[in-house]
């Protein structure tokens, strides 16, 4: 499999960051879906397969504390990829705990060398 195989969907409302994200990823070959709200997340895992959704935990109009529980429930499988400059007391274990489909934890700022290692693991691109 090639990264080209795979979608990402990205719910980031920094657009500076966004058009990191978007160079980098794209850069490696993944389709790539950006949002910058939940509701924009959510209307887009309706429509069409995402295989890992890496979010921020502050959007738009609400936090990804209210878009995650509805993701485990309605997508179990999908991973996520949590990326926050917020809540400097969340941990990665912690929301595991809670939310089983959240594979990977980070706080901004990221390298991006991070993040893309990260992803390939999660895809089993390693090898790649």
């Known amino acids: 499999m090639n990264c080209s195989d795979f979608t990402i969907l990205v719910a980031e409302d920094d657009l500076n960051l966004m058009k990191v994200y978007e160079k980098s990823l794209s850069a490696e070959g ?14 887009e895992l309706d429509k ?36 926050t400059g917020s809540y400097d007391w969340l941990t990665g274990d912690s929301l595991k ?21 990260n992803i390939r693991e999660i895809l089993n691109l390693e090898d790649v």
Do not use: C, W
């Open 30 to 43: 993944y389709r790539l879906i950006l949002v910058e709200s939940e509701k924009h997340a959510l209307a």
């Open 48 to 83: 069409a397969p995402v295989d890992l959704l890496i979010t921020d935990i502050n959007l738009k109009t609400a936090t990804a504390f209210d878009m995650l529980p509805f993701i485990q429930e309605a997508y179990p499988k999908l991973p996520v990829i949590v990326v």
């Open 97 to 117: 705990n809670h939310f089983g489909s959240v594979k990977r934890f980070f706080k901004k700022p990221i390298s991006m060398d991070v993040l893309k290692r």
